[in-house]
């Protein structure tokens, strides 16, 4: 029975429970608890179904509400108090027995309050926590507080202490029961407020999310069990932010786009109203928004199974736009992320690829550089997540102009090359689509940056043939590797084992030097010798010399450090001493003190080209096993994706290449044996390379190995005497390099094959013909005598001025050129006994018998005959190129000795330069290339230059083009060799590239072309000729080059022609192409009239001294010529005149438009609309047949005419009259390529005296050259250096060039706008593209330095210097051409 209780503050008896005594503020705290204890378990034992037991603790219910319960200081207290109200809550469910809304207010604070205690999973008190939130839980006792006003404090509140207290040593049970008292909460109630949304959103962020993992989990599981509730309350507040830009909203609206990511990661479905919002934001005016937007999508887009992209392509696609984006930052961001969706989304590769390829030539240096890094990442990851065309931009960034990019391109490839080609990771299919970066990769060493090549030679030795392989598996990828290389390919990786080794001899000289007595003069070697090194071999030459410097002090002061080196350079180094002596002397130059060290990166730099990485003497044996293998046929040639005759010819080539380079490692009883067997061989090229390896490594065959001497001696002289042409070259070479008794030797070839040359075998004579003319240049003063009586009896009386075979005057198919196996065997031995002249006069290197002068008079002769030298017409037009081509080369070789360069006379020199306007494409094309091979060496005389200035009137594009490089290559090579040679100052003349201007005009003035001195397109064709050469010269003003090429032009006034002094012609046409030459200097420059630096100096073989005593100023042009020069139009004519203009173009007979129908011009597929088509040959005839086929006809196209064939001998001045010009890129408008005489005019030609015959020099008339010349004439095609123009018409005056007249304004804008082009044009280098076309390594004019020598003030020399000196200079890059395929080969 329970005793009396004191009543409650509203009045009512409070009674407690049994046992239970009072509790009121009079009793202690332990007192106080242990009765709360027992309040307690009452209340947990009651449920809702005791309605007697509610009534009568109502009263006890009320009272644990008052102020002294909620505000009693201890937590024991509290506790109990809160577990007491939660059962009460439930016992009284769903009416709460407290009515006040503000005592429901505190008992809840108080009672979230309690629950902090959650937090200490060890506290003694936890269960009773536990059981707090357990029945807060299950009951939903929090849902009372939707009656309030101010509930949302409350929830505020709950939230925030739940998110609070949870941590990693909490149970399942607890973040459940946490979740079920939350999420009752927000799904119950009318809408979740901001700062109730907040209170979950907060631990999202990055930074709350570090700080506490469990908040981030439960917040995460809360907003997906309530996510159809919630997703309204999210949309406005991001609705808000975004869109209505209202940031006050919240504290987390800075945090907006963190959120977007992190609820997109919890549920999509969250955010489906507020992905259309960042579509908004995409197209934000605020780059640093749009930045931020598109971070944010590139994570939501790119997330592994993120379906966006497919389920809202509308912002997809937005997204995709912001590619473009203007801001740099916004673009960089979009690139990165094609890396993680290309790898995480294939399927969406499509939609990335267009994009990728526009940013792959994004301005931004780093944009392109993510680019690669995207495409590489995702192909390393896995190569069928790349497609071709993503590749091929990686591929196109090769050639860069920035080295970070070309770098990670390069590197790129090589690493892919390596895993899926040499590893062989994911098959062959993945092989074969990757197969092509080893040709590409070796390709980029055809560029000039240094950099580039020593990133080659890196990759070559990390990736394609990796050095830590051992030798055999080494050995067996380099051989199979260099038989699979495409052939550029292959020269490039000659071309870099060439450099390598030229290192290696550098620093083997520097050593040299070491070991000398100290010395003015040794000290100046060592220093050129360092100089070399550090310029060309090393990147950031600047440095790379002081860093030079530094190591050759470091080299004398070591010796230890000189012994490494020097084994590492010696021939007989093998790779794996070569890694130990690298390890030692990085070892000794590195400094621990300092992690970064420029110094030994450099010195690194020159070590890794010099050390013999992949080949040594065991790496040759090896190489010969596995081309025994392939000879035998159990080599794994077709698993390797190679036959076995590519592989033996490849190996053979590879050897060849290594037998310059590492010749001592060659040296073996086995390796010579197996040459031998390959010297039996049936391919002609394998025996031939045979040869070639013998000949650089067997000097110590005759000594060591006697048994091999035997054996090589016979089948040496019978390739000699019976084998291919090649092969007897490297036969007599082979046996002068390696025996000491090769007087004997080559006596034995010699006697027998001079006694059985016989004429009227041809095609036995080729061999024969090689053989002794290499004897005799190798041995001059044993068989120079003999061989005199061979040239004067049976080289030049039997073969060459016999004509034996009679064919058909126009050869098979009047073609031009033919293959070589349909060239007759005659002229093949005619062609092999010119170049047998030469080789005999070149060995002789003398004059004294006067046989060069002889020798030249028939190459001369040969060319003025064009080809057929008895005149008997015997001899195929294709023969005839071939002869031409021959003579013309020939020429071009006596040159290269100063001995014979003396005795060329102007003339003799002007035929020669006239090859380059040979009518026949190909012979243009070779002369041209011998042409640019020997200046680029620095052999042929300055002189020699000025023939490419003909190429202006070449009609094919492709030859301009290239004739134009050639012209780069050498003005660069000759102002690096003055700037890198001081001696070179003192050969001015016969060295600095503005020099070439006065061979030029004087080459010029006596072009047979110019016959009327007035005529304006002779005169056109002039200045075009000129500025061709020009062009190149004033691209830039280098000293003042300008004023100086002015003051030279002006000097050649004051002269006269050398080769004809007192012909007032001639020296009037002198005068004239000296006055074009003004005009074109003082258009084209600003500051030609500036003071000159120096008095040019004049060749005396061409210009006879300046007059003195008289001043030459006068303007031989006249005004109209001037006019239509300087401005391309006309004066204005008066009426009448324009009435009374004849009907033909000045120098042309009137000519009918011939209907389209019967039109025969091979129309170029890349020719340009409304320019004039390529002209015709150098002097075009009237005795065309009335069908005839072009030239080159692999396509032969018909040309009709209805002019008559004229066969007499008196009709030829008529010809000459009446030619057109050759080479000229001018001709008549479409429709007038085959022309149709009119009657009148027939009878007026043939009613006019003869004109007393001109004699011939050059290219005389040919019938044919109008139809040879019509096939290339296209009326679309573009007339050179990009510019655009109109041929008059036939039937109407002859109408003058035209371009623009020239405002001030205009003019100006003109002339910065062509100077950028042609600075573009000069930067531009031309790689190999994906079809394998034209190729050429031919780099721009270099920069000028800062400090260079005044070139100009430093010309001294007198007008008797010698200006043809022979410069012994070797080693520059050649250049380097792939066959065009024939489909886009373009002809005359």
């Known amino acids: ?438 040709d590409k990769l070796l390709h980029i060493y055809y560029q000039n940056s240094i950099d580039d090549k020593l990133l080659v030679e890196k990759i070559f030795a990390q990736y394609l043939v990796p050095h830590n392989l051992e030798t055999e598996e080494r050995m067996k990828c380099l051989y199979y590797l260099y038989a699979s290389l495409d052939p550029n390919a292959v020269k490039a990786l000659n071309e870099m084992w060439k450099c390598q080794n030229m290192l290696r001899s550098h620093v083997r000289e520097l050593l040299d030097l070491h070991k000398q007595p100290a010395s003015e003069a040794n000290n100046t070697a060592m220093f050129a010798k360092l100089m070399a090194i550090a310029t060309e071999n090393l990147p950031d030459p600047g440095k790379a010399q002081d860093f030079m410097k530094k190591f050759n002090q470091v080299l004398g002061d070591d010796e230890r450090l000189r012994a490494q080196l020097e084994l590492l350079i010696s021939p007989a180094c093998s790779c794996k001493q070569a890694e130990v002596c690298v390890r030692e002397i990085t070892r000794k130059l590195a400094n621990p003190k300092q992690p970064t060290n420029p110094f030994l990166e450099m010195v690194k730099f020159l070590l890794e080209r010099i050390a013999p990485v992949h080949i040594d003497s065991e790496a040759i044996s090896s190489l010969v096993k596995l081309m025994n293998k392939s000879i035998e046929g159990t080599a794994d040639d077709e698993e390797e994706g190679v036959t076995p005759d590519s592989a033996i010819r490849a190996g053979l080539e590879l050897l060849k290449v290594l037998s310059f380079t590492h010749p001592t490692s060659f040296h073996s009883s086995e390796t010579y044996e197996s040459l031998l067997q390959c010297l039996k061989m049936e391919d002609d090229k394998v025996a031939e390379a045979a040869i070639q390896i013998f000949r650089n490594t067997g000097h110590k065959i005759e000594t060591d190995l006697l048994q091999i001497r035997s054996t090589l001696i016979p089948i040496l002289h019978q390739k000699a005497k019976r084998g291919t042409p090649r092969q007897a070259k490297q036969a007599v070479h082979c046996i ?131 080809g057929d030298l008895t005149e008997q017409k015997k001899i195929s037009k294709s023969d005839m190129s071939r002869l031409r081509l021959a003579a013309g080369c020939a020429i071009l070789k006596l040159a290269q000795e100063p001995c014979y360069h003396e005795i060329i006379t102007p003339e003799q020199f002007q035929l020669c330069a006239l090859v380059i306007n040979d009518e026949c494409y190909q012979v243009r094309q070779i002369f041209a290339l011998k042409l640019h091979k020997a200046l680029g060496k620095l052999l042929l005389p300055l002189e020699y230059m000025a023939v490419f200035a003909l190429c202006a009137k070449d009609p094919v594009k492709e030859r301009r083009a290239h004739a134009r490089q050639c012209l780069l290559k050498n003005i660069s090579i000759r102002r690096e060799y003055i700037k890198q040679n001081p001696m070179a100052h003192e050969k001015l003349l016969s060295l600095l590239p503005e020099y070439v201007v006065p061979y030029t005009v004087h080459l010029l003035a006596h072009d047979p072309d110019f016959t009327k001195t007035q005529d304006i397109e002779q005169l056109r064709d002039i200045k075009e000729c000129l500025w061709f050469m020009l062009e190149v010269l004033m691209t830039k003003n280098e000293n003042n080059s300008h004023a100086f090429i002015r003051k030279m032009v002006e000097n050649i006034k004051q002269t006269k022609d050398a080769q004809a002094p007192d012909d007032g012609k001639m020296n009037e046409k002198l005068y004239i192409v000296c006055d074009v030459a003004l005009i074109v200097i003082t258009t084209k420059s600003t500051t030609y009239n500036l003071d000159s630096p120096k008095d040019p100096v004049l060749p005396t073989k061409f210009f006879t001294p300046p007059d003195k005593d008289s001043s030459n100023n006068k303007c031989y042009l006249s005004d109209e010529a001037k006019t239509l020069l300087l401005t391309g139009k006309p004066k204005p004519a008066t009426v009448l005149g324009a009435v009374n203009k004849p009907l033909s173009a000045a120098g042309r007979r009137p000519q009918d438009r011939t209907p389209v129908l019967e039109m025969g011009s091979n129309i170029s597929g890349n020719s340009e609309p409304s320019s004039p088509p390529p002209n015709r040959g150098r002097e075009q005839n009237s005795e065309a047949p009335e069908t005839e086929i072009s030239e080159n006809e692999e396509n032969p196209v018909i040309l009709l005419t209805v002019v008559p064939a004229k066969t007499e001998k008196k009709d030829e001045p008529v010809r000459n009259k009446t030619s057109t010009e050759r080479g000229k890129k001018r001709t008549a408008p479409a429709g007038s390529e085959n022309i149709q005489q009119i009657p009148e005019e027939r009878k007026s030609e043939e009613s006019t005296a003869p004109v007393p015959p001109k004699a011939r020099r050059g290219r005389p008339p040919k019938a044919v050259s109008e139809s040879n010349t019509a096939k290339n004439s296209d009326p679309n095609k573009a007339a050179g250096r990009g510019r655009k123009r109109v041929a008059a018409s036939q039937e109407g005056p002859a109408e003058p060039e035209t371009t623009n007249v020239k405002v001030p304004k205009q003019q100006e804008t003109n002339v910065k706008r062509a100077s950028a082009q042609r600075q573009m044009d000069l930067q531009r280098i031309q790689v190999l593209d994906s079809d394998g076309y034209s190729v050429m390594d031919l780099e721009s004019t270099p920069e000028s330095s800062a400090e260079e020598l005044d070139l100009f003030k430093s010309c001294e020399s007198s007008q008797n210097e010698v200006d043809n000196t022979k410069l012994a200079e070797r080693g520059f890059l050649k250049v380097r051409r792939k066959s065009m395929p024939k489909g886009r080969r373009q002809r005359l």
């Open 736 to 866: 002068h390099a390696i025996f000491t008794n090769k007087e004997v030797q080559l006596a034995q070839i010699f006697e027998p094959l001079s006694k059985s040359l016989n004429a009227d075998t041809p095609e036995q004579l080729i061999t024969p013909l090689v053989s002794l003319g290499h004897i005799a240049m190798l041995a001059p003063d044993q068989f120079a005598s003999p061989m005199k009586s061979v040239v004067a009896n049976f080289i030049v009386k039997d073969l060459l001025m016999n004509d034996r075979v009679c064919q058909f005057p126009g050869g098979k198919n009047g073609k031009l050129w033919t293959p070589n196996e349909e060239v007759s065997p005659e002229v093949l031995a005619k062609v092999q006994a010119i170049k047998l002249l030469v080789r005999w006069l070149l060995g002789m290197k003398n004059n004294q018998s006067k046989s060069a002068n002889s020798t030249l008079r028939l190459l001369s002769a040969m060319l003025v005959s064009e």
């Open 1 to 438: 029975m329970a005793f009396p209780q004191p009543k409650s503050a509203d009045g009512k008896i409070i009674i407690y429970p049994p046992g239970v005594k009072e509790i009121t503020d009079k009793i202690s705290n332990d007192e106080l608890v242990k009765r709360l204890k027992m309040v307690v378990k009452t209340f947990m034992d009651m449920d809702q179904d005791s309605e007697d037991e509610k009534q009568q603790y109502l009263p006890l219910a009320l009272h644990l509400a008052s102020e002294f319960f909620l505000r009693n200081p201890n937590k024991d207290v509290r506790l109990l108090v809160a577990c007491c109200l939660a059962d009460i809550f439930r016992i009284y469910a769903p009416e709460a027995p407290y009515t006040s809304h503000d005592k429901l207010k505190d008992i809840f604070m108080f009672i979230t309050r309690q629950l902090k205690g959650l937090e200490d999973t060890k506290s003694p008190q936890f269960n009773r926590y536990f059981y707090l939130l357990e029945n807060l839980a299950w009951v939903k006792s929090y849902n009372i507080c939707f009656e309030l006003e101010d509930c949302n404090e409350i929830f505020i509140q709950l939230f925030r202490t739940l998110f609070s207290v949870i941590n990693n040593s909490h149970n399942q049970k607890v973040q459940m029961h946490m979740l079920d008292l939350m999420s009752s909460i927000i799904m119950e109630g009318d809408g979740v407020t901001q700062d109730l949304l907040d209170s979950i959103l907060i631990n999202l962020i990055p930074a709350h999310k570090n700080m506490n993992k469990q908040a981030y989990d439960l917040a995460k599981v809360l907003l997906k069990r309530t996510a159809q509730t919630i997703e309204p309350c999210i949309a406005s507040f991001f609705n808000q932010v975004l869109v209505l830009g209202k940031s006050s909203v919240s504290d987390l609206s800075e945090h907006v786009f963190d959120l977007i990511m992190e609820l997109f990661a919890i549920d999509p479905h969250l955010l489906l109203s507020v992905m259309p919002q960042l579509e908004f934001k995409l197209k934000s005016n605020d780059g640093e928004e749009r930045l931020a937007v598109v971070r944010l999508l590139a994570k939501l887009f790119g997330a592994k199974d993120s379906e966006l992209a497919t389920q809202n392509r509308p912002l997809w696609q937005c997204f995709l736009g912001r590619f473009n984006d203007i801001h740099v930052p916004v673009r960089l961001e979009c690139v990165k992320f094609a890396s993680h969706c290309l790898m995480n989304h294939p399927d969406l590769a499509k939609d990335l690829t267009e994009y990728l390829k526009v940013r792959s030539h994004d301005p931004e240096e780093a944009i392109r550089h993510d680019v690669i890094v995207t495409i590489i990442t995702a192909g390393k990851k896995d190569l069928s997540l790349v497609n071709d065309q993503l590749l091929g931009f990686v591929r196109e960034r090769t050639l860069d102009k920035r080295w970070r990019v070309r770098k990670e391109a390069m590197m790129g490839l090589a690493q892919l090359y390596k895993k899926y080609c040499l590893h062989a990771e994911a098959g062959k299919e993945a092989a074969q689509k990757v197969n092509w970066i080893k």
